[in-house]
């Protein structure tokens, strides 16, 4: 999932600056074992991320590279059985996230010891049923709609140009339903929002309606690269893909441009749990604290690529640095509880209808 990231690791070399945070819970005993995605991610706060946070509250930090896919939360899920966490605060995607609140896996959170978690929208704060807070949202990136400028000299404006017959055998699309959020884009161009997508006899109606983008479709795409040089070169000229790598290749004078369309880019994340078998929950509570200060999301935006997770208005970026990763249309969310609760059904009709 992570893997286009490699692409911004010429942002890695900025330092993120030290930021102020309470200097509580002095350095001592064993550090604070955090997990990111393996590759970029962990790269980058390794380097610029937690020195700040160890030198802004003294709690030392050991990095943990995650293993990609849902691989992490089955080690997690292992180890808790064991009494032992892996990491004490791990980023998780949201499909893994659900999956581990269904367990029971994540440690209940004092929302009155994170007061700067109050500064994130109701979709980044995650609760168990019985409203008590064990998750927040870490980083979250766009995937919009892309095209080569040389082919297409102006920008579509909407979602909708997938079905348009002038783009037969020109897109470019990722290959899951999981992962491509298709369904979603769907569901919110030609039925009005994603609430179809409750039913499976939605699910179907939304299914039936992208099959109708097969003539327009070149490439079912996994491997991440194989599509940006095709669409940079203009084999593969529209399609979707990821906002902030489709810009970077743009300063770099490729052809290439990111639309946010009128409906919406998807908008998706990385959350912050704690393994419930972890014994740093205070600690963990002040490092998932220190990373919902706006100050903190606006550098990672500046120096890792990511969109905020707080509101614009709380943060100090410029147009131009909000705009390089972000966008004040309001975005699609992933209904990230289809792809747990029906996970083989929908996976069974996509390779049917979609893909196949």
């Not at 369904?183 to 030609?190: D, F, R, S, V």
Request: glycine share 8%.
């Amino acid at each position: 999932m992570m893997k286009r990231r490699e692409f911004l690791t010429t942002a890695a070399a900025v330092g993120l600056g030290t930021l102020a945070a309470p200097r509580v819970l002095r350095a001592q005993g064993s550090p604070l074992k955090v997990g990111t995605y393996g590759g970029y991610f962990e790269e980058s706060f390794r380097k610029h991320v937690f020195p700040d946070f160890t030198d802004a509250t003294g709690i030392a930090v050991e990095s943990i590279p995650e293993p990609t896919g849902e691989a992490w939360l089955v080690q997690l899920q292992q180890a808790a059985r064991a009494g032992q966490a892996p990491a004490d605060v791990s980023m998780m995607a949201q499909v893994a996230r659900i999956r581990g609140e269904r367990a029971d896996l994540w440690a209940k959170l004092d929302a009155d010891a994170m007061p700067n978690t109050e500064n994130l929208p109701d979709h980044f704060r995650h609760g168990y049923e019985d409203g008590s807070l064990y998750g927040t949202g870490a980083v979250s990136w766009f995937i919009s709609l892309v095209t080569n400028t040389d082919v297409y000299p102006d920008a579509p404006t909407s979602w909708t140009a997938f079905w348009d017959p002038a783009n037969e055998d020109r897109l470019g699309l990722l290959a899951l339903a999981s992962n491509s959020f298709l369904l979603e884009i769907t569901a919110t161009c030609h039925f009005g929002g994603t609430d179809i997508l409750a039913t499976e006899d939605g699910v179907m109606q939304v299914l039936e309606k992208l099959s109708e983008v097969k003539p327009n479709v070149r490439l079912w795409y996994r491997d991440e690269g194989q599509f940006q040089q095709a669409l940079e070169t203009g084999e593969i000229p529209m399609g979707q893909y990821y906002h902030d790598v489709t810009g970077l290749a743009a300063a770099d004078g490729k052809p290439v441009r990111s639309t946010f369309p009128e409906e919406g880019a998807v908008l998706d994340s990385g959350s912050w749990v704690v393994s419930s078998a972890s014994d740093a929950i205070e600690a963990s509570q002040v490092f998932i604290d220190y990373m919902a200060q706006p100050a903190i999301q606006a550098k990672l935006s500046r120096f890792v690529g990511t969109a905020p997770t707080v509101p614009r208005d709380m943060t100090d970026l410029t147009d131009e640095e909000f705009a390089a990763v972000s966008s004040d249309i309001p975005p699609i969310l992933p209904r990230y509880d289809l792809y747990v609760d029906r996970a083989d059904w929908v996976n069974q009709k996509w390779s049917e209808m979609v893909t196949g």
